[in-house]
């Protein structure tokens, strides 16, 4: 199945493109397209031949047609944005765009075109808190999580700061009819201090869910009700060694499309923590870190789940890993450079 990989290169104001060989997880560079006010974020429509790319140094969201001959990404047209999008996230229907912001304190809701160009004014704008990281809908499409960070402006290249965030999920209602975003009951997940919960993905099923949490350096899975769309947490492991503690913050969260093995960054540690995900319970064992590059802010999975591909957004480096099917074990495979600051890894399928 023919892939492509995308990384936003924020201080280059472009996206590096790659064709990505499944068999090998070689990846071989293609002309980059240029991207002005600093990509940042990026997320595949429902459709997966649309791309959404937010912009951080010009707040703005831009939609993307990607070109099924080629990879490339053709831009259509963009948006601006008050704030700077943390995360961009299609609903299941391909309808809407959902949007957190960190420094706006909110989320968003913006109606797609039959394009798939988004529509400027949003059909909800909701105030959460400072720190918004992340937003997406569970596989019923019907609810949605708001996580929120324990600490703001907190750089691992950098001694904490005594800046505290709000340190919550806030649980969400979505109409797919209508793209409105409503808070639920109850609204607020509180977290122990300094959990600091991130990015988050969904098992098959839905009913269970994994968040990264940034300053606790762990992950937390989660039982949903799949009724009230509530979360309830069942376990927290550590995404670092026993007896191990650098500075160290907790980015992105992944998990294989089979379900059985999960993936989270460690920046300051620098390394990828998996874990063997038990498909009965949703249960996380810890099967160790892979080394990789400086500060991995942003990585991704090849759509097979048998690559996984890290940026080091300190290093400007793009690490490659073979994923071992049976014990989830990553296995270098090349490093190269791929420009300043990567901010977002993305691979897609050109296939049917």
Wanted: hydrophobic share 40%; proline share 9%; with cysteine.
């Amino acid at each position: 199945m023919p892939c492509v990989l995308y990384v936003g290169l924020q201080d280059d104001d472009k996206i590096a493109v790659f064709e990505l060989d499944a068999d090998t997880g070689r990846l071989t560079a293609r002309p980059e397209i240029a991207v002005p006010g600093g990509p940042s974020v990026m997320a595949l429509g429902a459709d997966g031949r649309t791309l959404f790319v937010g912009t951080r140094t010009t707040p703005a969201i831009a939609s993307f047609r990607i070109d099924r001959a080629t990879g490339a990404p053709v831009r259509q047209a963009s948006i601006a944005s008050p704030h700077a999008p943390t995360f961009l996230a299609a609903d299941r229907t391909g309808r809407y765009l959902l949007s957190a912001y960190y420094q706006g304190g909110k989320a968003a809701v913006h109606a797609l075109a039959e394009d798939g160009t988004v529509k400027p004014d949003a059909v909800v704008r909701l105030a959460t808190a400072s720190g918004a990281h992340a937003i997406a809908t569970d596989p019923s499409n019907r609810f949605a999580f708001i996580p929120h960070i324990a600490r703001l402006n907190d750089n691992v290249l950098e001694p904490p700061k005594d800046n505290p965030g709000p340190n919550v999920i806030m649980q969400c209602r979505f109409d797919a009819a209508t793209g409105r975003l409503t808070p639920n009951s109850p609204y607020r997940v509180e977290q122990p201090a300094g959990t600091g919960p991130r990015h988050y993905c969904f098992a098959p099923g839905g009913e269970t869910v994994y968040f990264s949490n940034e300053q606790g350096c762990s992950v937390t899975a989660y039982r949903m009700d799949p009724e009230a769309g509530t979360l309830a947490a069942v376990q927290t492991v550590s995404t670092l060694p026993a007896g191990v503690a650098p500075r160290n913050t907790c980015s992105q969260i992944h998990l294989t499309p089979s379900g059985r093995f999960l993936y989270v960054g460690n920046r300051g540690h620098n390394s990828i923590a998996g874990f063997a995900v038990d498909p009965r319970t949703g249960q996380l064992t810890a099967i160790g870190q892979a080394a990789t590059e400086a500060v991995p802010s942003a990585f991704g999975l090849d759509p097979t789940g048998r690559f996984l591909f890290a940026a080091g957004t300190a290093s400007g480096r793009l690490a490659s890993y073979r994923i071992d099917p049976e014990t989830g074990s990553l296995t270098p495979l090349a490093t190269q450079a791929v420009g300043r600051r990567p901010a977002a890894v993305l691979a897609v399928s050109l296939g049917d």
